[in-house]
């Protein structure tokens, strides 16, 4: 089977240059990287969508509530990330680092070791629920 692919490939091939064919595989690959790439979300975008749609002028209770809104999409990001992303789980090596830092409170800590007992899944979600 080996040795008829080999042969079919040596003929078949004379026509088509193998630089050519190269070619549209390298292209496949990073469209498809660049594809996966696009579909990351960004928090930054989202950051801007609260404050064209939250806009309650310049009082402290409206700043305060798009600060919490985009440190929880923050902190659900950073959580889910810390599973695939190095260099972020070098930065934040455990939970207790993105309290050190402020994107996690400690009442909320608190409340996700208490979800840990029971769910030994990735809790990212729980700072959007």
């Known amino acids: 089977l080996f040795e008829a ?5 040596n003929e078949n091939l004379k026509s088509v240059p193998l630089t050519f064919m190269l070619g549209f595989y390298v ?3 990073v469209s498809r990287w660049w594809n996966q790439y696009n579909l990351l979300p960004w928090p930054d975008s989202f950051a801007m969508l609260v ?3 939250y806009n309650t002028g310049s009082d402290e209770k409206g700043r305060m509530m798009r600060r919490n809104i ?3 999409i923050t902190l659900s990001y950073c959580i889910a990330l810390r ?3 190095f260099r972020l789980k070098k930065r934040f090596p455990t939970i207790e680092h993105l309290v050190d830092v402020g994107i996690m409170r400690e009442d909320e800590l608190d409340e996700f070791r208490k979800l840990d ?5 990735n809790k990212w979600f ?3 629920v």
Do not use: W
């Open 126 to 128: 729980l700072p959007l």
């Open 27 to 29: 292209s496949l690959i």
């Open 5 to 9: 692919l080999r042969l079919y490939c």
């Open 83 to 85: 599973t695939v992303s």
């Open 51 to 53: 404050t064209g749609l």
């Open 117 to 121: 007992e029971r769910i030994s899944a």
């Open 70 to 72: 985009i440190r929880y």
